[in-house]
């Protein structure tokens, strides 16, 4: 062999020794990846299209409820882009949303003083008469509360939910059951507290449910100061009486898609790790951390890792999930777009928690409590662990025990695992579903850092020699 072929075979090893080292017995995850992660981290923090994107999607597209024009716009928008990155098989998967309107909506107490109520109406809300509801309100702070105090008590009447902070998981209940309760008991409406443990005098929207062969009545959310206010004067022995207004309703399904777009595996394409977050938003505010900065991020991700030049053995897959806010449809649609396919997602990781610092994943897996002894469950944890250290450099490694997101959902209850992006977790629910979840709420380094974390993670997940979870 002469001398430009030894070369030329030298040459070709270093490229695909660099591209694919060999796998050490004893070599672990952290020590694989360093390199290859250290470089997406470093393009991440120093990335600046990623932030024109989310910049864009908010300030001139603004909110995104289902079947609006706005989340239309933003979808058409995203798709357009992708396939001008070059990103691989960039498609609008179809999913039937529902779609609600709020319109015109106001509150007042008219006894025994004057004074306005800001409100929000409830997703899926009914619209109250044209002329309104007038009626005195009954104040109460609990389920049990309410049923203590029976149909006497309560028919005719618009139930105020001045409940306690508890967290979100047990606060939002009374939005979601809160106006069927009530209307069990012959109530004409209901005001929910504001789902928030801190309040600057704002509403805080989100989703209801009727419960089926129950009649149905507006809600609304009120502020915390106007619960705790009407609170107050109940036990003072005031009976105040409310005017609520709404012209909130239901309109035929329309038509959205999922935004698909991926970098297809160099030896195992077949094989998927998915990740993304929820496109769609309240209709107020600009949804900045709920959830377009998860999607922009997870989507600049994938940009980085194709600019980088990295293709890893299996297929990196981003998903913008639509109606996560009024339906999941976009999480269901994507399950039965997947078909039996779904045995070859490997991973699933969503993004749902708003844009504060990011500290890391949980991780769950469906049939095993976290709890629990699972060696199943253990050694992927370990591996996941390994993969956390390399984001140490940026505070955003830790790994717990539990997790997963809404659109994932269909996924991990068919076996795949999952993993929910935490945060520090101090502002999101003073923001979220109000006017007020705007970009300027969002911390630029601490989006980058987004990026970063998606990036490795998905990366290395879509790139490790064996699945993260051995098949059955």
């Not at 020794?17 to 470089?39: I, M, N």
């Not at 959310?221 to 609520?244: H, N, R, S, Y």
């Not at 992927?380 to 940026?394: H, W």
Request: proline share 4%; aromatic share 8%; hydrophobic share 40%.
């Amino acid at each position: 062999m002469g001398h430009r072929g030894r070369v030329f075979w030298v040459f070709i090893l270093i490229v695909f020794s660099g591209a694919y080292p060999a796998v050490r017995a004893d070599e672990s995850l952290a020590e694989r990846y360093r390199e290859v992660a250290g470089r997406i981290i470093g393009a991440a923090l120093t990335d600046v299209d990623g932030w024109e994107k989310l910049t864009y999607l908010t300030t001139e597209i603004g909110h995104r409820l289902s079947g609006s024009k706005e989340l239309e716009r933003a979808i058409e928008w995203a798709h357009e882009g992708m396939k001008k990155e070059d990103l691989e098989n960039a498609i609008l998967q179809p999913v039937k949303v529902p779609h609600w309107v709020r319109g015109d909506e106001y509150a007042e107490v008219v006894a025994p003083v004057s004074k306005s109520l800001s409100i929000l109406g409830l997703g899926s809300s009914v619209a109250t008469p044209e002329e309104g509801i007038t009626a005195p309100v009954v104040v109460v702070e609990s389920f049990d509360e309410l049923q203590s105090l029976g149909r006497e008590k309560v028919e005719g009447k618009i139930v105020v939910y001045a409940v306690a902070w508890e967290g979100y998981g047990r606060t939002v209940r009374y939005r979601g059951a809160g106006a069927s309760q009530a209307a069990k008991l012959g109530a004409v409406a209901a005001l929910v507290r504001s789902a928030t443990g801190t309040s600057i005098y704002s509403p805080h929207t989100g989703g209801m449910r009727y419960e089926e062969g129950v009649p149905k009545i507006p809600a609304a959310a009120v502020t915390v100061e106007d619960a705790m206010w009407m609170k107050q004067m109940a036990e003072a022995g005031k009976e105040i009486q409310v005017k609520l207004y709404m012209e909130a309703k239901s309109l035929p399904e329309a038509d959205s898609a999922n935004v698909i777009a991926e970098i297809t595996g160099s030896e195992k394409p077949e094989e998927v790790v998915v990740m993304g977050g929820h496109y769609d938003s309240w209709d107020v505010g600009q949804g900045a951390h709920d959830d377009g900065a998860a999607c922009i991020a997870a989507w600049q991700a994938l940009t980085i890792i194709k600019e980088l030049g990295l293709r890893p053995r299996r297929t990196l897959r981003v998903v913008l999930w639509t109606n996560e806010e009024n339906g999941l449809r976009g999480g269901r649609g994507y399950r039965e777009w997947v078909g039996d396919d779904v045995s070859n997602h490997v991973a699933a990781i969503e993004m749902d928690g708003g844009a504060e610092r990011p500290i890391g994943f949980g991780f769950g897996l469906v049939g095993v409590d976290p709890g629990e002894e699972s060696p199943e469950y253990e050694a992927a944890f370990k591996k996941l662990q390994q993969i956390g250290s390399l984001l140490d450099v940026i505070e955003a490694g830790e790994v717990t025990r539990g997790g997963g997101g809404a659109d994932i959902g269909p996924l991990m209850q068919d076996g795949v695992p999952g993993l929910g992006l935490r945060t520090v977790g101090e502002h999101y629910f003073d923001w979220h579903h109000t006017r007020a979840d705007t970009l300027d709420k969002v911390d630029i380094q601490n989006f980058r850092k987004a990026i970063a974390l998606l990036g490795v993670f998905g990366y290395v997940l879509a790139d490790m020699p064996d699945r993260l979870v051995k098949e059955n």
